[in-house]
Structure formats: structure tokens, C-alpha cells
């Protein structure tokens, strides 16, 4: 099996019901596209969103608790997520390890929740600069993917996404190269620890737009994209998904 080809759209805290109109435009516009589409939505709009793209668009989650259920004010349980329609779910995005204080051994039990619930987990890793001009990626990606990652994982029920924490809504990227020294490496670390490894989908996000998804997806172990900013609107999310479509 290759890895899959997935367009992740991660609406972060954007979009009302009005949004949905975007939808619309992207399912006109890509009625066949050659790749998995998914976007994340505030909690607020997964369900809707999902009765609006009767499936063409897989819809997601942006975090959920490890626990089942209980007494967690303002928490979402995979379960929930599942039963409004979501697929997959977000988790371990460095800006819930900055807001919420998230550690990897959260993120993994989150990830066990959501493969328990029948989630895909899309888990999120990434260097900040300070670590990255300290020469640290490659030590703090392996670390990250081995605590945040489950035992339970799978090609099938969990998708890795690098997004280097300083190219992430600042329109800056790391080099080709760079990228490809970060996907070979998560793509070494997952076949080394579990049985399909080479299976997984590889994302990277972090400033992805119309203009550089070509050159992004031709590079090695790159199997797609986790898009904040473009992916908010049809003209920009969906030229993001032909590139991807074409790859
Ligand atoms: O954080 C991201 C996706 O999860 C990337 O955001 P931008 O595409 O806006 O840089």
C-alpha cells in the first residue's frame, strides 16, 4: 500500500455558518479530486459541515480529550467528534502545546482516544527557530514522534504532520531540503518502530499556499499538505488540492 494522498485544511478559530459557502465553491470547483480531502473546523461547524459535503470532504476535529466522558468543562470526547460527523482529528498542533501546555504523553493518550473512538489521529510535530538554529530538529523530532505517537498506530488510523512552528502563518518554509531531511527521517523513525511505516501519510504544513504546494509535494516522503491560512478559502484551498491531485 503507498501512503495515501491527503489536502488536510486546519480552519483553526475562523468560520461561522456562513463559511460553508466555501464548501460549496470547493465541491463545485473539485468534484473529483485525485486525492482525500479534509478539513478541520471549529468545533461549532463540524456537523453542518459534514451534512453540507455528504462525504466528498472528510471532516475533522482541532483537539479532543483522552477521556471517554465526564466532568471536563469545555472538552470534547473523540466519541463526540465521531458522532458529529468527524473522521479525523487534529492533534498535538504546536499551538495547543503553546496555549494548553499540551506534552507528548497527552497527545499519545489523546491519540489512543481517538483510534478507540475510530479516528484518524493526524499528529502534529514540528521544531520552533531557537531549536532549529540550535541544530536540534532532527533530536526534536524524534522525540516528539516517539513520546506523541501510540503503540496502537497505523497507516490506516493515524497521519503525521511536520509544521515547523516558525513557518507556521508566517509566510516563511524551510528548503526543499530541509523538508526532505525532516519527512526521511519521520518516515525511518515510524517503519522502524511499527509494521507499516512506510505506509503513513506524511503531511507538511506551514505556509502552504497555491504558489510553493507544486515544489512542496515533489518532495520525497511529502504526501501531502496541513493548510491553515489557504485553506480558509476555495480559491486558495483548491489549487492546493490540484497540485496535490497531480503529484
Ligand atoms: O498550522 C498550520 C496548519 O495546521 C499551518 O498554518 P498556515 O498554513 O496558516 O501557515
New binding site residues.
Partial sequence: MAPRKLA???W?MNGTLAALAEIDRLLADHPAPGCEVLI?PPATLIHPMAARSQGRIAVGGQDCHAKTSGAHTGDIAAAQLRDAGSSHV?LG???RRTDHAETDEQVRAKAAAAHEAGLVAVI?VGETEVQRDAGQTLDVISAQLAGSVPDGATAANTVI?Y?PVW?????RTPTSDQIAEVHALMRERLSARLGDGADFALLY?????PGNAAEIFAIPHVNG???????LKAEDFGPIIAALSAA
Avoid at 205 to 209: A, E, L, P, Q
Avoid at 225 to 231: E, N, Q, W
Fill in positions: 488536510a485544511g486546519n483553526k478541520c487534529i498542533h504546536s499551538e502534529c504532520a509544521e513557518a507556521i502563518g508566517t509566510g504544513g506551514g505556509s502552504v499556499k499538505a496541513l493548510v491553515g491560512g489557504a485553506s
